[in-house]
């Protein structure tokens, strides 16, 4: 089971994170979290990074002169866009993507997995009309169990309590966790790291 863990804020944190044996870290271009860094903080994190760990810039709704500034300055592998963005505004960028989907009832996965099917993977985290992810809500994992063509990466009320249910109820591509693995916002918690890999892995 891949594992991305998102909303670092620290370099030495997940240097430490990525030598447990993650696959992906992510960075939180967007104000309003709580996780939200800077430019010159990203690319401390970065440049801590041991080889092989996929890097990934989280934006919202943001403006693609911030996020080609960001790109000039930060070198990231992977784009995850967790607002309203359409497919051609993710795609511009010639790069490897991740379109977020805030899941309820309502949400025609297979349609947007269509839509979207130049992603990389589509990330589907529970609804809140009032934010978009990071809140540790979990939603309804039967909605995740579609028959579509791109990986599905599962967010959202993770931890390591829930991560063997997750993986073994959705069987997803990767599982993308961030406060269920924090000892404060923005700070990962090593060891809920380790029972987080192994339970996902059991």
Not at 2 to 11: L, R
Not at 54 to 63: E, H, I, P, S
Not at 99 to 116: G, M
Not at 185 to 191: C, P
């Amino acid at each position: 089971m891949k594992i991305k863990v998102c909303g670092f804020t620290q370099a030495q944190n997940a240097y430490d994170a990525s030598m447990l044996g993650i696959d992906a870290i992510g960075l939180v271009f967007y104000e309003k979290s709580p996780r939200h860094v800077e430019v010159e903080r990203a690319l401390e994190i970065v440049q801590a990074l041991p080889p092989f760990i996929n890097r990934v810039g989280l934006f919202v709704n943001a403006d693609s002169h911030f996020i080609d500034e960001v790109l000039c300055e930060v070198p990231l592998d992977t784009l995850q866009f967790h607002g309203d963005e359409t497919p051609e505004d993710c795609a511009q960028y010639a790069m490897p993507f991740i379109k977020a989907l805030r899941v309820n009832e309502q949400t025609n996965i297979e349609q947007l997995a269509q839509a979207y099917q130049q992603a990389s993977g589509l990330l589907l985290d529970a609804y809140n009309p009032d934010t978009y992810g990071g809140t540790g809500e979990r939603f309804d994992w039967t909605l995740a169990k579609v028959d579509i063509d791109l990986p599905i990466i599962l967010a959202g009320g993770l931890n390591p309590d829930t991560a063997q249910q997750a993986a073994s109820q959705v069987s997803p591509y990767a599982l993308d966790v961030s406060s269920g693995v924090e000892s404060a916002k923005g700070i990962k918690d090593l060891e809920k790291i380790k029972q987080f890999i192994k339970q996902a892995n059991l």
